[in-house]
DNA sequence: CAAATATACCTAAAAATCTTATGCATAAGA
DNA sequence: TCTTATGCATAAGATTTTTAGGTATATTTG
């Protein structure tokens, strides 16, 4: 949409963020959970989704486990114990980004 | 720093931001008030400001005014009456998308 | 006073990240 | 049966940023 190009960077930590509250989680599970956790607002697509999924993977802080659904393949990701640690140091980054992009754009908006 | 990727996509509606609550700003003083704002968190790097200075006037949202201070040149750029709407659209886009970050890293948050 | 830092502009190459466009395959719904 | 949904994947192109340079003047510091 117009607004996907502002989460730029912010995917891989997303991503994180899913698996560290959800367990463990295949690639499409993922686009429908974000769509629907932003009502429609973010869509994550499959060209960006995919291949940040492997990377995640090549660099240790997810694991994969394939598995066979109606026929169909789906793949789990869930995060490794150093993906984990990851997680939370991300997850603090983006909290502190997210506050001050407030702060720039709508200093008032804590006191609402 | 470290967070500075996350902001990706964001630049140029902060300096639509700044420049509509300052009335004009230089390029530098861009930088150092963002670095301020936000307690060093976000940088502003030059390679990236500049070359959006010349975009977003090219594309006619925003002003400039050579000025030469201490025999120092200054480029006061400000919003044109088109930036003035486009700064409008962004902005809220850019909330939007702030609240759906914060929905999804911390669904508490809204209730702090 | 010399050297370093701050102020002020700029650009080009490279890296990072995402969109768009494909491709393959099965299941379900119209 | 045709379209949509589910599920994976990759490659080319676009966009945006970092990194690394370049030029020049003013101020601060040792």
Redesign the pocket.
């Known amino acids: ?1 117009s607004n ?2 502002l ?6 930590t997303i991503i994180l963020k899913l698996l560290d509250e959800q367990g463990k989680m ?7 959970k974000v769509k629907l956790l932003t009502k429609g607002e973010l ?13 995640l993977e090549a660099e240790g802080l997810l694991d ?1 486990e394939v598995a066979k ?9 869930k995060l490794t114990e150093q993906g984990e640690k990851e997680t939370v140091n991300r997850l603090a980054e983006l909290e502190e980004f997210i506050r001050s992009m407030q702060n720039l754009v709508n200093p008032d908006w804590s006191i609402n």
Chains 1, 2 share one sequence.
């Open positions: 949409m996907s190009k989460y730029k960077g912010s995917l891989n295949y690639g499409y599970e993922i686009t429908q869509k994550i697509t499959e060209g960006a989704l995919y291949p940040a999924l492997h990377k994969v659904v109606d026929n169909r393949l789906r793949k789990y990701y």
